[in-house]
């Protein structure tokens, strides 16, 4: 057997996901079963997509080229407006929880599978609020990409959210110039003074750890 196999066998029985394999994987913390399950998962989402057509609701979370995905929901708002795809950004709304998903937005995308670390969503206030005592991560709601002109967005208090894929928060630049672990900034609600939650370390992530 050689040492590459050697060392899959060990991870696989020490629970850990094997060096190799992380080779062609997208990046994740979780143990060997939680890794598996999670992989399961995202086949299922692309699965699904693929028999039954475009979800209403995109698992962001699922995606191993999050990065495209966004420069996609932005193209597709350039192109049945017919404007310049560099002069857009979005606004981030998030939505109520009983929201009816039954059909998707008129323009953008509905998002959903990001946890808050650092803080949590207030769904009373739609804003972010002090973690719960010994609650380290927080459930994030429903969230609508909007598309829009960067001259159009509104100037309310907000907080620019980085969005990681894993709790790790540090990547290297790929070929396609993006970071493996960063994937954007979202401009979301805040009550607070933005270093508030600079201090705190107030991020999104992909996925947990567990």
């Known amino acids: 057997m050689s040492q590459e196999l050697e060392e899959v066998s060990a991870a696989v029985i020490n629970g850990k996901i094997p060096e190799l394999w992380m080779g062609n994987s997208y ?6 079963g939680s890794y598996v399950n999670d992989l399961i998962q995202r086949l299922t989402f692309l699965s699904d997509w693929y028999d039954e057509g475009v979800p209403n609701v995109f698992w962001l979370s699922g995606f191993y080229f999050t990065q495209a995905f966004i420069t996609g929901v932005k193209q597709n708002y350039a192109r049945k407006y017919t404007i310049p795809i560099d002069t857009l950004t979005f606004d981030y709304e998030v939505m109520p929880e009983d929201l ?11 998002v959903n599978g990001l946890y808050v670390d650092g803080a949590r969503w207030c769904r009373e206030k739609n804003t972010f609020a002090e973690s719960i005592p010994k609650v380290l991560f927080d459930t994030m709601p429903m969230i609508l990409m909007k598309p ?3 001259v159009d967005i509104p100037d309310n208090p907000i907080y620019w ?31 607070m003074p933005e270093m508030h939650w600079v201090l705190r370390g107030l991020a999104l992530l992909c996925q947990l750890d567990d």
Do not use: Q
């Open 100 to 110: 009816d998903t039954s059909s998707p937005p008129e323009d953008g995308a509905f």
């Open 27 to 32: 990046p994740s913390l979780k143990p060997l």
């Open 148 to 150: 829009m002109k960067k």
């Open 161 to 191: 959210c980085p969005v990681y894929k894993t709790s790790e928060r540090r990547g290297v630049l790929s070929t396609t110039g993006h970071s493996t672990n960063f994937v954007t900034d979202m401009r979301l609600s805040s009550d």
